[in-house]
């Protein structure tokens, strides 16, 4: 089975992404990654990528579907895989469809704004260890920015602070929330409530994809 990921900044995408891999034995592809993989792996395609990124210039969509492609060719692919980041514009849906890259399912996880703004703007990691906790959502250490684990400091990465976070947030809904009509077309969109707790979210999402 073929998936991909949609959902805004925060929905957590990630967590559910890396439960459904287990669950399936599918890989899980984040562009991101892939993009760094193909810049190490000297591979003709990796050599264009390293073309953009050396001049600061964005890699364009037609280059990045060459790299999916190329990376979904691999053996741990054979019986599907899950894209997480990728495609994040209409342009890059339509190509990606047009290049021949079948797509069976796209797991939608939807959660409210305010939500989102209190699971990212509220996280603060261990610098040490790497423990998290939220000061928004009911999770703070026990000793305000000490990790109770390891007695590290605890920080908010530059990511999640708030007017980051409205930012990306801004992007999502400029280029990346119209594609929610684009699979809706195609029928392929499942909508999944993001406010419940992941294992809720992993079990509704597996069962239909099961079903």
Request: glycine share 10%; aromatic share 6%; charged share 30%.
């Amino acid at each position: 089975m073929n998936i991909v990921l949609l959902g805004a900044p925060g929905a957590g995408k990630g967590t559910q992404g890396a439960m459904i891999s287990k669950h399936f034995g599918i890989p899980a592809i984040s562009t991101g990654n892939i993009i760094r993989d193909a810049l190490k792996s000297g591979s003709e395609m990796g050599l264009k990528v390293k073309m953009y990124v050396d001049k600061g210039q964005l890699v364009p969509d037609e280059i990045v579907i060459g790299v999916v492609k190329d990376r979904i060719k691999q053996s741990d692919c054979e019986n599907g895989f899950i894209l997480d980041g990728f495609p994040r514009t209409l342009a890059q849906a339509e190509a990606l469809d047009e290049s021949g890259v079948n797509i069976d399912k796209v797991v939608d996880i939807e959660v409210d704004d305010e939500l989102i703004y209190k699971r990212m703007s509220g996280r603060r990691i261990c610098s040490r260890c790497g423990q998290t906790y939220n000061v928004e959502l009911g999770m703070p250490p026990i000793n305000e920015g000490i990790c109770d684990d390891c007695g590290g400091d605890l920080i908010q990465r530059a990511d999640d602070k708030l007017e980051t976070v409205k930012a990306r947030l801004k992007v999502y809904y400029d280029q990346t929330h119209v594609l929610k009509s684009y699979y809706d077309k195609q029928n392929k969109r499942l909508i999944i409530d993001g406010s419940k707790s992941p294992q809720e979210i992993k079990d509704y999402i597996i069962d239909n994809l099961e079903a």
